[in-house]
């Protein structure tokens, strides 16, 4: 099972560098590269040559952020032991711990899946010991849209580069860092065109007259979302400034901006717009995805004609 000839078990994990994590993610490290699947391959290695693949440079940033994130997590479980180690037993036990909060363990377990997709190619391991695994049931609903008592409270009395957010958060139904990412370049004869970071793909959309009346008459070149020195925010920083925001206009808790694209989502929905229509607007690249806000305003509209028949004189 290991090399004795050349390696001792101490000797492996004194190759390995558990501990590197930095902007650019973990380092990758060359030094089993001769390896059959899975002889002497430490977990962290697994991690490490994942983060510095092109296939996770492919990634959006966003997404890039996301899995250092849980896979930084996940090295302090199982950094030092090998990947046949990491068994599916031992990946459940695992989710065990952590399934009180099952979105987040969902998320985190596709990482690792995918990672082990990964390394099955690249020969680093022999099998996914997460294939065909079925996901927590999660009982939450996800992001919530807006009410429209909280969209009219932000409407009259936000401020500042949230204020911005918002409106372009709720006339587009594009995700925070594509909000962020919005500079004066992104429009021309009114129409605000963008590419999204997490899918790529474009999106075009004429300026709501409240976007203009927030741009005021000259459209800035730089960011349309930014701080007072005319520099745009950091996903941190404005997550810091919409926060305070919310709590000042008591709306924290309830108010995520993403819900600002479910509102944009839900509405047209209820608009009558088809499933193509209302990812031609939110850029949605998986349409069953769309297909839920159709069905939640489907079964909606016919409830209200069932109850028009049943008590047409109410």
Known sequence: RYHTDSYSRITLFRHVNLGSYGKSGFKAHNAFS?????????FSQLVSSYLASTDFRALADSTQRLYRIHLKTVV??????LVTDVTRRVLLEYRDKIGHKPVNANVRFRIIRTMFNWGLQREMVAGNPLALLKSLPVKSPGYQPWTPADVATWREQSKGGARMAFFLALHTGARRGDVLAMTGKNIKDGVLTFTQGKTGGVVSLPLHPEIISELGDTIPEGHLVHRRDGNGYTVDGFAMIFERE?????????????????????????????THEIASVTGHSDLAMVQLYTKAAGQKKMAVTALGRLHPSE
Do not use: I, Q
């Open 34 to 42: 001769n390896a059959a699947p899975d002889d002497v391959v430490v």
């Open 76 to 81: 302090r479980a199982f950094g030092t032991k």
């Open 246 to 274: 919310c709590k000042r206009l008591k709306t924290w808790g309830r108010t995520p901006l993403h819900g600002l694209r479910k509102l944009m989502a839900c509405s047209l929905a209820e608009a009558g717009c088809s």
